[in-house]
């Protein structure tokens, strides 16, 4: 609307600037500051660059980007406007402060400056990572005008780069990321920048075979051409021609998406697609058209990896187009099966979920012809197949379908699958790796159905076969990936649904696999973060299964990892709240050690990291919870400290939150900590000579307890809290009774010492 406002960013709160800053939507041009006495970026982008300079500016502006944030400042409102040039060459930082128009800020704003939330250095790498593309491909990577640009700017909106490779064009996707933990760091791009960061990819044999695949397209886009002119006299040599090429095809065209830097290989795509068209579609044979379609779902898988989406849909749609002057049945469905495949994805990643599910269903429908009418070629299974996947995977993304309609997918494209099986082909590659994305979506699908016992079975099997593609190829750094994070994932939900043991074998597995992925990857600081998380997670489980010597040892080493990288400028400001929950979990397992000076270190960090607010607003929901576990740890700490006027009054406090949640209806997630801070009143009132209350008190803890035992039975933590009440209460016997159900479950929390200790007599193994 013409009257809408955006804010300015960097403006003080409650600010707003009308779009356009001087009345209403602007041109690019009009957007643009006039130069300034001093030389900066945006004076040289207006000049034009030669790729070499482009690339050198580029280089010294993350440099100083890079040495602010090492000195922990963070400037919140780059624009090419913002680093000045000197006359040695050198580039430097100004200040922020500068009026310049909104639309032109708002071309390099990261969304949440445009959403006027506090900057991080998350913050200027987007907008650095913006600049650096205006620099090297000599036009904005936003294009848009007036409202259209406030609104591209407010969701992160940015257009695809095109001007980059290698490292580089990694990293601007990670910074365009709307999610600014997800952002790399300004030291990344400098050492991309200046080359120092190798993709280390294949093996030796890998790249030979990369070489060669390459070497034989080259060859054969000439081979092809020629042969195609002359048919009659060189019919052997495009017989030969035709049976490498399409050999390279079909066995590269899943393998695209595993190089790093595909500009070669698509080159010679280009040169082969070139010399087929130019032969007349009335003189092509019937293998001549069948191979040209191969050709084009080829160069257009090849440019969807080099994110020319574009480039990519008008390929798709032009080998749509050609499959149906193709005579073989086969080969034309299991083209038109890879098109509109590949064309719903290209409308997922535009976020069309209805265009997406309206290509993916005639794909599903031209696979479904093929098989009723007895078509058992397994290409043509393994595309239908895929259909079927990517259908169940836009069932979590698009209201219009159902979680019922995602697990009939699912279920389709098993029955699929077993059909390629059948076939001979159940090692195949292919199909392992589509069992596997399966198995992971459909987890995730019972997950959200709160259906947790067909999630963790299905998760399972997603992690079986991850590992079993690890196996088939170990130098594939994405498939230690899958089984490193899938592992991960099966810890967690056997973590909620009590299965501690479970869970710390799952965790175990996943610590290993981003153990390898540091090792073949040194240079790549998320395998390191997970690697802290990862240990972290198992630190927590251990400590619920007795293990809590071990699982000290493993905090402090995930929570220095963590730091370092904090310090060091590789990981956002947004990672301290990350940091606080490890911290959490080391202190309550230390104060249930009795160790309460190095509890109460742990835990007073904690409390200050985690702090009174999220840390971004879209964090309250997770941060919430823990921010209320905080503060009743600290309270069971003044407790164990004697504080006992101090641990009431915390209590109360927490209580009276709890209260507030409740009546609002965010409570659910806390109803554990609402026991735990009515354990702390009534021992405190006991101490004090209050029985009669400290008992009232205590059954309304156990009549909450025992709720929360209704809704997930025989849950441990459940259990636990129900046998420190019980025993509380002096009801031995029962919190007897729970004891034992705990150790059958493997759970041997420290905090239920003392209970086990004084029920030990008349547990029913000892009676």
Avoid: C
């Avoid at 535009?350 to 479904?368: K, M, N, T, W």
């Avoid at 959490?584 to 270190?601: I, S, V």
């Amino acid at each position: 609307a013409s009257g809408s406002t955006v804010p300015s960013p960097g403006a003080a709160p409650g600010a707003a600037a009308p779009l356009g800053a001087e009345g209403g939507p602007a041109s690019q041009n009009e957007a643009r500051p006039a130069p300034s006495a001093t030389p900066t970026l945006d004076d040289a982008i207006r000049e034009g660059l030669s790729p070499k300079e482009a690339k050198r500016l580029a280089l010294r502006a993350a440099e100083a980007l890079s040495a602010l944030h090492a000195r922990d400042e963070v400037h919140g409102d780059l624009t090419p406007r913002s680093f000045a040039l000197g006359r040695g060459g050198d580039v430097r930082i100004v200040p922020p402060g500068r009026k310049e128009p909104a639309l032109y800020r708002l071309r390099y704003a990261a969304p949440e400056s445009a959403r006027r939330e506090a900057p991080s250095r998350a913050t200027d790498v987007f907008s650095l990572a913006l600049i650096i593309r205006e620099l090297i491909e000599g036009l904005p990577a936003r294009r848009s005008t007036g409202d259209d640009l406030a609104l591209d700017a407010i969701d992160g909106r940015v257009s695809v780069a095109h001007g980059l490779d290698g490292e580089l064009q990694g990293l601007a996707a990670l910074a365009a990321s709307p999610h600014a933990d997800g952002r790399p760091s300004a030291s990344e791009f400098v050492a991309a920048l200046r080359g120092a960061t190798q993709f280390r990819g294949f093996s030796g044999q890998e790249w030979v075979v990369a070489g060669v695949a390459l070497a034989t397209a080259l060859m054969l886009a000439v081979m092809l051409r020629n042969s195609a002119q002359a048919r009659d006299r060189a019919g052997r040599q495009s017989d030969d021609a035709h049976a490498a090429l399409e050999g390279f095809i079909s066995g590269s065209y899943q393998e695209l998406d595993r190089f790093k830097d595909i500009t070669s290989l698509a080159e010679a795509g280009e040169r082969a697609l070139s010399s087929m068209e130019r032969v007349n579609d009335e003189d092509r044979s019937p293998e001549d058209r069948l191979l040209y379609a191969q050709t084009l779902l080829w160069n257009g898988k090849a440019r969807m990896v080099q994110n020319d989406d574009a480039g990519a849909k008008e390929l798709f749609e032009r080998a749509l187009e050609h499959s149906a002057s193709i005579d073989d049945r086969p080969e034309r469905a299991k083209v038109e099966l890879r098109a509109q495949v590949s064309l719903a994805a290209l409308a997922r990643a535009r976020r069309d979920f209805p265009g997406a599910i309206e290509l993916i269903s005639q794909a599903v429908a031209v696979g479904e012809a093929a098989v009723a009418e007895g078509e058992t070629d397994q290409g043509v299974q393994l595309a239908l197949a895929r259909a079927y996947v990517d259908l169940g995977n836009l069932s979590m993304l698009d209201k219009s379908l159902t979680v019922e309609d995602g697990f009939k997918s699912f279920e389709s494209a098993r029955r699929a699958l077993d059909g390629v099986a059948a076939g001979g082909a159940s090692q195949d590659r292919d199909v392992l790796e589509l069992r596997a994305e399966l198995n992971q979506l459909e987890a995730y699908l019972a997950f959200r159905a709160q259906d947790h016992a067909r999630g963790i079975a299905v998760q399972k099997r997603h992690v079986a076969l991850a590992k079993q593609l690890v196996e088939l190829d170990p130098g594939v750094p994405k498939r230690r990936r899958v089984f490193a994070r899938g592992a991960d994932v099966l810890g967690q939900a056997q973590r909620k649904a009590g299965a501690f043991p479970e869970a710390a074998e799952s965790h175990r597995a996943a610590l290993e696999g981003w153990r390898l992925l540091r090792e073949m990857q040194p240079g790549e600081i998320a395998w390191r973060r997970e690697w802290a998380r990862s240990t972290g997670r198992l630190a927590e489980v251990l400590g619920k299964v007795g293990e809590w010597q071990e699982a000290s040892r493993l905090h402090d080493i995930a929570i220095g990892e963590l730091e370092g990288m904090l310090a060091s400028g590789g990981l956002p400001k947004a990672v301290k709240f990350e940091i606080g929950i490890q911290l959490l979990d080391a202190g309550e397992g230390l104060l249930a050690a009795g160790d309460l000076k190095r509890a109460g270190d742990r835990v007073n960090r904690a409390v200050k990291l985690i702090g009174s607010a999220p840390p971004l607003p879209r964090m309250k929901d997770a941060w919430e919870p823990v921010q209320v576990r905080s503060r009743v740890v600290r309270a069971e700490l003044l407790l164990a400290e004697g504080r006992w006027s101090s641990a009431e009054s915390t209590a109360l406090s927490i209580l009276e939150q709890l209260q507030g949640m409740a009546n609002q209806g965010r409570d659910a997630a806390v109803r554990t900590e609402r026991v735990r801070a009515l354990l702390v009143t009534s021992a405190v009132r006991a101490i004090e000579g209050d029985a009669e209350v400290a008992r009232r008190v205590r059954e309304r803890a156990l009549g909450i307890a025992e709720e929360l035992d209704r809704e997930s039975p025989n849950h441990p933590e459940v259990l636990s809290l129900q046998a420190r009440v019980q025993f509380a209460l002096g009801n031995d016997r029962e919190a007897a009774d729970l004891i034992e159900r705990l150790d059958a479950a493997g759970y041997k929390s420290l905090e239920l010492g003392a209970v086990r200790a004084a029920t030990a007599a008349i547990r029913p193994s000892n009676r």
